[in-house]
T-cell receptor, first 114, second 111 residues
Framework: AQSVTQLDSQVPVFEEAPVELRCNYSSSVSVYLFWYVQYPNQGLQLLLKYLSGSTLVKGINGFEAEFNKSQTSFHLRKPSVHISDTAEYFCAVRPYNQGGKLIFGQGTELSVKP | NAGVTQTPKFQVLKTGQSMTLQCAQD?????MYWYRQDPGMGLRLIYYSASEGTTDKGEVPNGYNVSRLNKREFSLRLESAAPSQTSVYFCASSVVAREAFFGQGTRLTVV
């Protein structure tokens, strides 16, 4: 079975500061990795994905994430946040050979203050 | 291109009533999913369908049934609603090994 742990339920940060949202996963098989963002009262939107190749992936809105296979982590970073980045962020994994099932972490609320 | 469309957007049910949540996608995706979202618990998979004609249980299937009507449509049915099923429900679709695309959600309250 697979599981995803987002290590921080809430992250407050000041505008223009850097931020890191942490994600660890557990899986007995190889996985694809994703980060999604959810703005209030909306659905989920893909930020970025790791399928193969370079372990540093870049996404929309200036976010990036690094896949670390030995530490089974996929942390999300942004060097300078804006008020508009305030949202909930979800890490998700998809096992290679399990019919496309997508498993989510509990979410991290990012709150950017002026 | 509408993507993933869910209906209704809001619903209030009395305990014991039944209802069906509808989901349709126009992206020709094989896989479809139903999730529920509760505060502090992320998204939990209720059922998924890897392809037309197949459905499988996810993490929290009790109290729900699904139908993959055709490649486009995947419905979720609550036969006898309970207050514990108060939640926001999301439908999603994908091709295998790619990201999932989500609908805007259905906010369900069971009183």
């Amino acid at each position: 079975a697979q599981s995803v742990t987002q290590l921080d339920s809430q992250v407050p940060v000041f505008e223009e500061a850097p931020v890191e949202l942490r994600c660890n996963y557990s899986s007995s098989v190889s996985v694809y990795l994703f980060w999604y963002v959810q703005y209030p009262n909306q659905g989920l939107q893909l930020l970025l994905k790791y399928l193969s190749g370079s372990t540093l992936v870049k996404g929309i809105n200036g976010f990036e994430a690094e896949f670390n296979k030995s530490q089974t982590s996929f942390h999300l970073r942004k060097p300078s946040v804006h008020i508009s980045d305030t949202a909930e962020y979800f890490c998700a994994v998809r096992p290679y050979n399990q019919g496309g099932k997508l498993i989510f972490g509990q979410g991290t609320e990012l709150s950017v203050k002026p | 291109n509408a993507g993933v469309t869910q209906t209704p957007k809001f619903q209030v049910l009395k305990t014991g009533q039944s209802m069906t949540l509808q989901c349709a996608q126009d992206m020709n995706h094989n896989s479809m999913y139903w999730y529920r979202q509760d505060p502090g618990m992320g998204l939990r998979l209720i059922y998924y369908s890897a392809s037309e004609g197949t459905t499988d249980k996810g993490e929290v299937p009790n109290g729900y049934n699904v139908s993959r009507l055709n490649k486009r449509e995947f419905s979720l049915r609550l036969e006898s609603a309970a207050p514990s099923q108060t939640s926001v429900y999301f439908c999603a679709s994908s091709v295998v090994a790619r990201e999932a695309f989500f609908g805007q959600g259905t906010r369900l309250t069971v009183v």
